[in-house]
């Protein structure tokens, strides 16, 4: 197994970035990372709306993974995601879903144990998940607080142990980076930020040749789910549910009409996030209907 340590942080994405460790296919690695505030936030006295934002959405990486080329698939699967025992939320005026009311900056900072996040007199299950994880993309580098199809700041609440992500490979060794770790999160993670914690992630990597998706797809264990970006909902949810129906039309052998009103029946459309500067959509396929393949295409 290879340990890349939380001092290896990355604030965009680039095939610019020289990796930090370098893996075959099949190996195991853990990523050690930050919060998603680059730690700033020591207590509910922190004033939210100073922090250093050039030290925010951070992730660890990049890791440059043997044989992977463009027009792969990388393949990781989500083993173990270790929390510290302290979290943290903010609020920041102008930000997040409902930046359009007044409101005041605010910082919460929460108890995190193995199973609950203590909010106040609330005990809210925890649900470890990543909020960004992604590779280098095509052409010029991406801020890591963006997602987009290779991936980057997705906030899928599903996103957790137990998860496999494919996401298509854009330049030579993929450049792996994640971080963002959260205790737990809503879908569309409404104020901007969830319970941010550091932590640790153990994934899997491996690759699939010669094909990749259009954009990331999540396998739960009961599902394929089609993660996309916008400038709107809209948007988002034009490219995941054309991704899907696209699936439906190679796993059945059926025509789009088909495959659209099945979608209409079967297929689940939702919110990632309303908070980035894209917005993000996934849409659900159930596992009996597709296989990873249908999503692929040649790269």
């Not at 690695?29 to 919060?35: A, K, N, Q, R």
């Not at 050039?54 to 990781?76: C, K, M, N």
Request: charged content about 25%; glycine content about 12%; some cysteine.
């Amino acid at each position: 197994m290879r340990r890349v340590g939380k001092e290896n942080v990355i604030y965009t994405f680039s095939p610019k970035h020289k990796p930090v460790e370098t893996v075959n296919p099949g190996e195991y690695v853990l990523f050690e990372t930050e919060d998603a505030f680059g730690g700033q936030v020591k207590g509910e006295d922190t004033p939210p709306d100073k922090l250093d934002w050039s030290r925010v959405d951070g992730a660890t990486g990049p890791v440059y993974i043997r044989g992977a080329e463009p027009g792969d698939t990388l393949v990781v699967d989500i083993l173990d995601i270790r929390l510290q025992e302290r979290g943290a939320i903010a609020v920041i005026p102008g930000y997040g879903g409902l930046y359009h009311l007044n409101f005041s900056p605010k910082a919460k900072v929460a108890r995190v144990d193995r199973s609950f996040v203590y909010f106040d007199d609330l005990k809210i299950a925890v649900r470890p998940m990543i909020g960004t994880i992604g590779v280098a993309p095509e052409g010029d580098e991406i801020p890591t607080g963006h997602p987009g199809r290779h991936g980057g700041n997705m906030d899928v609440s599903e996103l957790g142990v137990g998860a496999r992500l494919y996401l298509p490979v854009f330049c030579e060794g993929a450049l792996l980076a994640l971080g963002d770790l959260h205790a737990v999160q809503a879908d569309g993670e409404l104020c901007v930020s969830a319970i941010e914690c550091p932590g640790e992630v153990l994934v899997r990597l491996d690759l699939i040749k010669g094909k990749r998706p259009n954009w990331p797809i999540l396998e739960t264990e009961d599902s394929f789910q089609v993660i996309s970006a916008g400038k709107s909902l809209d948007e988002a949810m034009r490219e995941a549910a054309e991704e899907a129906v696209r699936a439906l039309m190679r796993a059945r052998g059926i025509s789009f009409e088909e495959a659209y009103m099945l979608g209409s029946l079967l297929v689940n459309l939702k919110i990632n996030q309303v908070v980035d500067p894209l917005l993000g959509v996934r849409a659900s396929v159930p596992k009996g209907l597709v296989s990873a393949d249908d999503f692929l295409v040649k790269g």
